[in-house]
C-alpha cells in the first residue's frame, strides 16, 4: 500500500503521447523494488539503467542513507560527502545530469580532526562546483550552522567562469537557514537564482534593506519567486514594508515571524499584499451570518467599523448546512466564461497549498527512490502559480498586538488560507491598567475574538496556529527581563483573577463548528500546569471535535442515500497542543521539592519563610487581599455572581481543584448590589448613570477618534453618550451604549412608561465603569461575544471601559488565603498528564464500542457516547533549550 501510495503521490499528469504508449515492465515494477537494489540493477542493461537510474540519481544523499539501511532523515558525515563531492568528478555528464535535489540538511560535521579543521573550506570550494557539477539541480537545502564565508557562499550560487556551465537552469528552491552567515548584496542579484520559487533565508545575519533599496532582491531579478521565508532578521517595521512594497501580490506565502515588527507593517500588508476583490458573499447568510460594513467610520485601533448580521442559526451554529461545501456556480448560457480576476472562495473541501519545506522539495524533486517530474511541467503547479496575494502569512514571534491582528483579518478580503501568529499582545488601555499590575508583566493573548476566524470573515481559512487563549480564554502574563512575578505566581493570577472576569466579558470562546473548514488547529503557549480550568477547556475542545465527527458523519450517512447528494467538509481532523517548559523544574532548583523527598525538619523552616519567599504577595499592592484557611486556588463564592449568561455548551471552571462555579466576578459593589436588586422592578434606579451627568465627558481615545461626549439629564434611550471621530477625512458621530435606560415614571401614574430590562452581570460592570472619564475611549461597535455578554446587538460600546472589566476589580477575587510555592504546586495539575489520561479513557470506550459494533454486524458511530476524537492529537512540550518533544 506504501509503494502504491509513493507511486501515486510521484506521478505527474502525463500527456497523451505518454497515456497512450505502452509502459515497459521495469518501469511498472520500480516502484516495488527496494532503494539498495537499483545500484546492482542498473548494470544489467540499459534497459533497466534507462528506468532505474533516475530514481537512483533523484536525491543521491537520501539514496545512499537509505541504501545503507539508515532512516532517510539520518545524519551522513561530512567526509562521506567529500568523497562522493571527490567521485563526481569522474562519473559522467549523463549521470549528473539526473540529480535534482542536493539535501545538505542531513550531513553534519564529524568529530575528526579533519572535519573541524577543513569544514569552512572545503564546504565552499565544493559549494561552489555544485552549479556546474550539477547542472538540472533543481533543490538546494543547506540548513545547518556552516563556518562559511558571505563571499564563499555568494559565489557558490554563481556557475564558475573556468567551467562550462551552459546547461545550469538555476534551481527553485534554496533553504539556507541558520547560516551563520552575512548575506551581501551580490547574493540576490546572482543570476543563478533567477528561477528561484522558494526562498528561505531565515534567522541569518544581515539586512535586506540593502538589497531591496537597490532592486538587486525584487520582482525583477527574481519574477518567479513565490514562497519567501525571511524569519529571525531582526527585521524592523520600515524593511518589512519595503519588502511588502516590493513584491507587492507576487508572493502567496511570507514568513516573518521572529522579527522585530509592530502593528505598523500591518497596514503595508493590507494594501500592498492583498487583493481587492473580496471573498465574502451574503448568499450563506443563514449559515454564517454576514458582514455589514459602516461605511465613512472607523478607528485607528479597530480599523474600519463593520458588524456581524446574524440568522436565526448562524449565531449557534447550528443550521443543518454547516458541514455541506459550497456549491458550484452555475450558468444558463454554455459558453458563458468567467471573467478573469473574478475570484470566489474555495468550496470549503479543496485542500490548501502546503508550503512546507519538504512538500515543495517533494514537489520539485519527488521522493527519494521515485524519479523527478519533467521540468517543464513543474510550472503548472500551485506552488508556482500567482495566488493574487498572500494566502499564507506567519507572524508570530513579533510584538503585533491582538487588536492589530483581528484589524489585519477584517480588512483582508477573506483570501487567509494559513494563518500563524502564535503569540499576540494583549494591549490593555492605560486607564484600564490595574496598579496590581506591574509594568514588567506582560500579557498575550486574545479575548472576544473568536468571530474573526468564522467563515464570514475568514473565508478560506483551513489552517490556524495560535495562542490558546482564543479555545482556553486564559491569557498569558510573563515577567520581562527577569522582573515582575515568578512563572508559577502568573499562572495562579492568571487562572484565578483574570480567567472568571474574561469569561464574564468574553463569555464566546473557540469552537469546532464556528469554522467547519478549519482543518489544523494548533494552539500555542499552554502551561504545563492548571489549577483546573485550563484541563477543563482543552478536554472540552477535543469533546466538541468528536460531536463534530459525529454530525459530519450523520450528514454523511444521510446524503450517501441519494446519489446525486452534496460533499461536507471534513472537519477539524488535527489538534496540535503545544505546551511551554515545565515550570516545575524552576522550583526544584530553588529547593522547592516535594515534601515526601526532605525531611520534616527542613519541611517546617520552609513553610515559616514561605511568606517571605512569595514576593507577590508581600507586594503592597495587594493589601487588599483576604485570605483564610480555604484551599489555595478556590475564589471566594460571595464575589461570583450566579446568573448564566454564556449560552454555549463550553463548560468553565473557576480556579482550583475543588471549585465548580465559573461564573465571573464582578466589581465587589456592583456585585452586592445586583445580588439584592435584581429581582426588583426597580433595580437599576438608584444606580449612578453617565446621562444623569449634566456635565459633558471628553473622549479619551486615540488619534482619529477625538470629540466629546454629549450628555443631558431628559435623555431616555439606552445610547446616553457619543462618540466623534474623523475616518479617512470624514466626520462622524456614533452613539454609546451605557446601559438600558432606568424606568421612567410619569408625575401622574404611579407604573413605569416602558418595561424594564435586565442588565447583565458584564453589562452592569461596565455601566459602573465608564463612570471613570478616561474610560469611555476606543468605540467600538459590539462584537458577537459583546452581545453574548449582554450588548444589544448593533450598538456601540466603549472599549476600554469594557476591557476594563477582565483587568479591574476587586482584588480579594484572586484568593482566600497566601498561597506558599509548595501548595501552589499541590493545587495545580499536570494538564499533560491528565490529557493523557483522557484520550486513554476514550480510546478504551471507543475500542469497546468497535466490539460492540461488529458483534452485531453494524458501523460504529463517532462522538457520543464515548467521545473519542477519531482526528489526529498531536501533544508537544519545549524544552529549556528550546527543543520540542512530542507524541501523538
Not at 562550462?164 to 539556507?176: C, F
Not at 452555475?330 to 519538504?358: A, M, W
Not at 521522493?367 to 494566502?391: F, K, W, Y
Request: with cysteine; net charge neutral; glycine share 6%.
Amino acid at each position: 500500500m506504501d509503494s502504491i501510495t509513493r507511486m501515486a503521490a510521484d506521478t505527474d499528469l502525463p500527456s497523451y503521447q505518454e497515456a497512450t504508449r505502452r509502459l515497459d515492465w521495469v518501469e511498472l515494477i520500480a516502484p516495488y523494488v527496494p532503494i539498495r537494489e537499483y545500484a546492482r540493477l542498473c548494470l544489467v542493461n540499459r534497459r533497466f539503467y534507462r528506468h532505474l537510474a533516475p530514481r537512483l540519481w533523484n536525491d543521491p544523499l537520501a539514496t545512499a542513507s537509505t541504501s545503507a539501511g539508515r532512516p532517510v532523515n539520518r545524519d551522513i558525515d561530512i567526509e562521506w560527502f567529500y568523497r562522493f563531492m571527490e567521485h563526481m568528478r569522474c562519473v559522467r555528464q549523463a549521470t549528473r545530469l539526473l540529480v535534482t535535489c542536493l539535501d545538505l540538511r542531513r550531513v553534519e560535521a564529524g568529530t575528526s580532526e579533519l572535519s573541524l579543521y577543513s569544514l569552512s573550506r572545503s564546504l565552499s570550494a565544493y559549494l561552489r562546483a555544485v552549479p556546474v557539477t550539477f547542472p538540472q539541480l533543481r533543490c538546494i537545502l543547506l540548513n545547518r550552522h556552516w563556518d562559511v564565508e558571505a563571499d564563499d557562499l555568494a559565489v557558490a550560487t554563481t556557475p564558475d567562469t573556468d567551467h562550462d556551465a551552459s546547461n545550469a537552469e538555476g534551481p527553485l528552491m534554496l533553504s539556507i537557514p541558520q547560516c551563520q552567515v552575512k548575506i551581501s548584496t551580490a547574493f540576490f542579484s546572482s543570476p543563478y537564482l533567477h528561477h528561484l520559487v522558494y526562498l528561505n533565508v531565515s534567522n541569518m545575519a544581515g539586512s535586506l534593506r540593502k538589497p531591496l533599496e537597490q532592486q538587486r532582491f525584487g520582482p525583477e531579478r527574481h519574477p518567479h519567486l513565490r514562497v519567501l521565508k525571511v524569519g529571525a532578521r531582526e527585521m524592523g517595521d520600515s524593511t518589512a514594508a519595503l519588502l511588502v512594497r516590493t513584491f507587492k501580490q507576487q508572493l502567496w506565502s511570507l514568513d516573518l515571524s521572529q522579527n522585530q515588527l509592530t502593528d505598523a507593517v500591518l497596514n503595508d500588508l493590507h494594501i500592498f499584499a492583498f487583493p481587492a476583490e473580496n471573498l465574502r458573499t451574503d448568499s450563506h447568510y443563514d449559515v454564517e451570518g454576514r458582514l455589514e460594513i459602516i461605511p465613512g467610520k472607523g478607528t485607528p485601533l479597530f480599523g474600519q467599523f463593520c458588524l456581524i448580521r446574524e440568522s436565526h442559526w448562524s449565531a449557534t451554529f447550528s443550521h443543518a448546512d454547516r458541514y455541506l461545501v459550497d456549491a458550484p456556480n452555475y450558468t444558463r448560457l454554455v459558453e458563458y466564461i468567467p471573467q478573469e480576476g473574478v475570484r470566489t472562495r474555495l468550496n470549503g473541501r479543496t485542500k490548501v497549498q502546503d508550503d512546507s519545506e519538504d512538500e515543495i522539495r517533494r514537489s520539485f524533486s519527488g521522493t527519494p527512490g521515485a524519479s523527478s517530474p519533467r521540468r517543464e511541467s513543474l510550472h503548472d503547479l500551485g506552488v508556482c502559480q500567482s495566488h493574487n496575494g498572500i494566502t499564507h502569512l506567519y507572524l508570530g514571534g513579533n510584538s503585533i498586538t491582538a487588536n492589530g491582528l483581528v484589524r489585519l483579518i477584517m480588512a483582508s478580503p477573506g483570501q487567509l488560507q494559513h494563518l500563524d501568529c502564535d503569540s499576540m499582545v494583549y494591549e490593555i488601555h492605560e486607564a484600564a491598567r490595574p496598579d496590581w499590575l506591574p509594568s514588567s508583566i506582560r500579557v498575550s493573548g486574545l479575548l472576544g475574538a473568536a468571530h474573526a476566524f468564522r467563515p464570514v470573515l475568514s473565508s478560506n481559512l483551513q489552517v490556524l496556529r495560535i495562542h490558546h487563549s482564543l479555545v482556553t480564554q486564559l491569557l498569558s502574563l510573563k515577567g520581562r527581563d527577569g522582573g515582575g512575578l515568578s512563572t508559577m505566581e502568573n499562572l495562579w493570577l492568571a487562572e484565578t483573577f483574570l480567567l472568571p472576569r474574561a469569561e464574564m466579558a468574553y463569555p464566546q470562546a473557540f469552537r469546532p463548528d464556528m469554522n467547519p473548514r478549519l482543518r489544523l488547529l494548533t494552539l500555542t503557549h499552554i502551561p504545563r500546569w492548571s489549577t483546573g480550568p485550563l484541563i477543563d477547556r482543552l478536554i472540552e475542545l477535543l469533546k466538541l471535535a468528536s460531536m463534530q465527527e459525529r454530525a459530519i458523519q450523520d450528514m454523511n450517512r444521510t446524503l450517501g442515500k441519494s446519489r446525486r447528494g452534496p460533499a461536507t467538509v471534513v472537519g477539524l481532523r488535527h489538534i496540535r497542543l503545544e505546551f511551554d517548559h515545565d515550570v516545575k523544574e524552576e522550583l526544584l532548583e530553588d529547593g522547592e521539592e516535594d515534601g515526601e523527598e526532605k525531611n520534616q525538619k527542613k519541611y517546617v523552616a520552609e513553610e515559616t519563610t514561605a511568606a517571605k519567599e512569595f514576593s507577590f504577595f508581600d507586594d503592597s499592592r495587594f493589601s487588599d487581599f483576604s485570605f483564610d484557611s480555604s484551599s489555595p486556588a478556590e475564589v471566594s463564592s460571595s464575589n461570583i455572581d450566579t446568573t448564566n449568561t454564556d449560552t454555549t455548551p463550553l463548560t468553565s471552571v473557576v480556579a482550583g481543584p475543588a471549585a465548580d462555579d465559573h461564573r465571573a466576578v464582578p466589581d465587589q459593589t456592583v456585585s452586592n448590589q445586583s445580588q439584592t436588586q435584581r429581582h426588583s422592578p426597580s433595580t437599576h434606579s438608584h444606580l449612578p448613570r453617565t446621562g444623569d451627568r449634566s456635565e459633558p465627558i471628553v473622549n479619551g481615545g486615540n488619534e482619529g477618534q477625538s470629540g466629546r461626549l454629549t450628555t443631558g439629564p431628559q435623555q431616555r434611550s439606552s445610547s446616553s453618550s457619543s462618540s466623534r471621530g474623523n475616518w479617512n477625512g470624514t466626520e462622524y458621530t456614533v452613539p454609546i451604549w451605557t446601559g438600558p435606560p432606568p424606568p421612567f415614571y410619569d408625575s401622574t401614574e404611579d407604573t413605569p412608561q416602558h418595561e424594564h430590562q435586565e442588565v447583565s452581570p458584564a453589562g452592569e460592570v461596565y455601566m459602573r465603569n465608564i463612570l471613570d472619564r478616561r474610560l469611555c475611549a476606543d468605540a467600538v461597535p459590539a462584537s458577537p461575544c459583546h452581545v453574548l455578554a449582554g450588548v444589544p446587538e448593533g450598538e456601540f460600546i466603549w472599549g476600554a471601559a469594557w476591557q476594563a472589566i477582565v483587568t479591574r476589580g476587586d482584588t480579594t477575587a484572586a484568593g482566600k488565603r497566601r498561597p506558599k510555592k509548595r501548595e501552589l504546586m499541590k493545587g495545580m495539575r499536570d494538564v499533560i498528564g491528565e490529557i493523557k489520561a483522557y484520550r486513554r479513557k476514550t480510546r478504551e470506550r471507543y475500542e469497546a464500542e468497535l466490539k460492540r459494533a461488529r458483534l452485531n454486524g453494524d458501523g460504529v458511530r463517532l462522538g457520543e457516547p464515548h467521545f473519542y476524537y477519531g482526528g489526529r492529537l498531536e501533544v508537544v512540550r519545549a524544552g529549556r533549550e528550546g527543543g520540542m518533544l512530542g507524541w501523538r
